[in-house]
């Protein structure tokens, strides 16, 4: 089974894509771009939005809140170096970087604080929403 063909059925089931990429996955994959209206990227992180649980139903909830669904979402968890590599796989409206370590230099992309560390200090609210505000600006 090619590595493409068994993305595919595993992305159909739901199962997490940092859970079976591999490292030279990108180069096969980056030939067809993915279209969505937000791509969200963290990287490898102990509270990952990318597995279902309290972080992850948190991050629905602030992306929710400027109007986006779940199916106009894609959440991947990357290394720093795969940063520009992965962004070129993608053709996306938005991009959401939310790790300390994942600096870009293009402006169409937002940096905003990872949820887990909203949940552990409520006073990031504040500028979480401001910079979700310019997101929201942006899909209009």
């Given at each position: ?79 720093v170096v795969d940063l520009e590599c992965t962004l070129e796989q993608y053709d996306a409206k938005t991009v959401l ?44």
């Open positions: 089974m090619k590595q493409l063909e068994r993305a595919k059925y595993l992305e159909a089931f739901g199962v997490p894509e940092f859970l079976y990429s591999e490292p030279n996955y990108a180069i096969e994959v980056s030939k067809q771009k993915t279209c969505i209206q937000c791509l969200v990227i963290e990287t490898q992180n102990a509270h990952s939005f990318c597995q279902t649980g309290k972080t992850q139903d948190f991050l629905f909830k602030m992306l929710g809140a400027i109007g986006l669904e779940r199916s106009n979402v894609k959440c991947i968890v990357i290394d970087l939310m790790s300390k370590n994942l600096l870009s230099n293009a402006q169409e992309y937002f940096y905003t604080h990872h949820p887990s560390e909203i949940l552990n200090n409520e006073t990031l609210k504040r500028e979480v929403w401001e910079v979700l505000k310019q997101l929201q600006q942006c899909l209009k």
